[in-house]
């Protein structure tokens, strides 16, 4: 390691979500070898099959069997998707920093040692890489991710430009009181920002390479889920503890609204004594009146609903096939 890359002592855990990779999976490996090679402190590479129904799998197996115990394989018993694969891995890490990265060889393992060295030098929770020269197509997927991106740190206050990129490195404690499920793997950064604060999070030029074998799975097409997460995102962010005060609040907007309207209403009928029968603002009234009291019934289960988030987080989006468990100091690749 050169001098500019020096930091503190501390264990490391590459995670790699593949889904019908076999084509990638060795190369991937061995690039990861050679990123690290001088590399001082201990580390692991985490290989999560989504479930391939390729030779994913038997390839994975055969580089544990090829570079030692410090290659780990977990194998989901299905295609879960991304998120869930990403999680699965984040799940077996034992390291004190961890790495996300994909599996199609466009990610660059030559950018860990650096994207590690400023999360632990700058003291910060989250390093995201910015894919800065982007190797995709400009139509379908470079304009709607920087419409995505601009969308998504507009929403959520964690000012990124590229949300997209899978090379992140996080502090292993931090990342992994963060439960993801759904499409949540594009808005990492910002779930972060709801156990640490934003100026913990930095982003870090990136080397992106160009396809070269393979399909994407994980494309940005997806728009609608994508949209449906971010509210998700936007919502838990602000209103996680308390959503009551959420659909609280609108339930007693409606409500003093619906009281208004037939306070009026009232007044026309006894005090000016018009018939109210047929006007349509009566219905409006009362249609307002349900639904915010709707709404102030629904903040009332969501508090429930919360108390028991808060109190148990042991349920996985995954279920996976364990290999026998190591020792904390087996599996480790330690320099000579």
């Given at each position: 390691?050169?001098?500019?890359?020096?930091?503190?002592?501390?264990?490391?855990?590459?995670?790699?979500?593949?889904y019908?990779?076999?084509?990638?999976?060795?190369?991937?490996?061995?690039?990861?070898?050679?990123?690290?090679?001088?590399?001082?402190?201990?580390?692991?590479?985490?290989?999560?099959?989504?479930?391939?129904?390729?030779?994913?799998?038997?390839?994975?197996?055969?580089?544990?069997?090829?570079?030692?115990?410090?290659v780990?394989?977990?194998?989901?018993?299905?295609?879960?998707?991304?998120?869930?694969?990403?999680?699965?891995?984040?799940?077996?890490?034992?390291?004190?920093?961890?790495?996300?990265m994909?599996?199609?060889?466009?990610?660059?393992?030559?950018?860990?040692?650096?994207?590690?060295?400023?999360?632990?030098?700058?003291?910060?929770?989250?390093?995201?890489?910015?894919?800065?020269?982007r190797?995709?197509?400009?139509?379908?997927?470079?304009?709607?991710?920087?419409?995505?991106?601009?969308?998504?740190?507009?929403?959520?206050?964690?000012?990124?430009?590229?949300?997209?990129?899978?090379?992140?490195?996080?502090?292993?404690?931090?990342?992994?009181?963060?439960?993801?499920?759904?499409?949540?793997?594009?808005?990492?950064?910002?779930?972060?920002?709801?156990?640490?604060?934003?100026?913990?999070?930095?982003?870090?030029?990136?080397?992106?390479?160009?396809?070269?074998?393979?399909v994407?799975?994980?494309?940005?097409?997806?728009?609608?889920?994508?949209?449906?997460?971010?509210?998700?995102?936007?919502?838990?962010?602000?209103?996680?503890?308390?959503?009551?005060?959420?659909?609280?609040?609108?339930?007693?907007?409606?409500?003093a609204?619906?009281?208004?309207?037939m306070?009026?209403?009232?007044?026309?009928?006894?005090?000016?004594?018009?018939?109210?029968?047929?006007?349509?603002?009566l219905?409006?009234?009362?249609?307002?009146?349900?639904?915010?009291?709707?709404?102030?019934?629904?903040?009332?289960?969501?508090?429930?609903?919360?108390?028991?988030?808060?109190?148990?987080?042991?349920?996985?989006?995954?279920?996976?096939?364990?290999?026998?468990?190591?020792?904390?100091?087996?599996?480790?690749?330690?320099?000579?």
């Amino acid at each position: 390691m050169s001098a500019t890359l020096s930091m503190p002592p501390h264990t490391l855990s590459i995670v790699v979500p593949f889904y019908n990779e076999e084509d990638n999976i060795v190369p991937l490996v061995k690039r990861v070898h050679e990123a690290l090679a001088g590399y001082e402190n201990p580390w692991e590479l985490v290989l999560v099959d989504d479930g391939s129904s390729d030779a994913t799998v038997d390839r994975g197996l055969q580089c544990t069997r090829d570079y030692g115990q410090h290659v780990r394989v977990v194998e989901l018993t299905r295609n879960y998707k991304q998120t869930a694969a990403m999680q699965a891995g984040i799940d077996a890490a034992r390291g004190d920093v961890i790495v996300t990265m994909d599996g199609d060889l466009q990610n660059d393992p030559v950018d860990i040692p650096r994207m590690v060295a400023r999360l632990l030098n700058e003291n910060l929770d989250l390093v995201a890489g910015w894919r800065k020269n982007r190797q995709d197509g400009l139509v379908l997927r470079k304009i709607p991710s920087k419409i995505a991106n601009r969308l998504i740190a507009r929403m959520t206050g964690v000012k990124l430009r590229d949300y997209g990129c899978s090379l992140k490195a996080y502090r292993g404690d931090v990342i992994k009181r963060v439960r993801l499920y759904g499409e949540m793997h594009r808005f990492i950064p910002a779930w972060m920002a709801t156990v640490t604060t934003p100026r913990r999070i930095a982003e870090e030029p990136t080397t992106h390479h160009a396809r070269t074998a393979g399909v994407s799975k994980y494309g940005i097409s997806r728009t609608f889920r994508v949209i449906l997460d971010l509210i998700a995102v936007f919502f838990f962010m602000r209103f996680r503890a308390r959503p009551g005060h959420f659909f609280g609040s609108i339930g007693l907007g409606l409500t003093a609204l619906a009281g208004v309207i037939m306070t009026w209403l009232a007044w026309v009928k006894f005090g000016l004594g018009e018939n109210i029968g047929g006007r349509p603002l009566l219905i409006v009234g009362i249609g307002t009146l349900i639904a915010g009291i709707h709404f102030i019934t629904t903040g009332v289960l969501s508090e429930l609903l919360a108390r028991i988030y808060f109190e148990s987080g042991t349920i996985r989006s995954y279920t996976a096939r364990h290999a026998p468990p190591l020792g904390d100091n087996e599996g480790w690749h330690k320099s000579a």
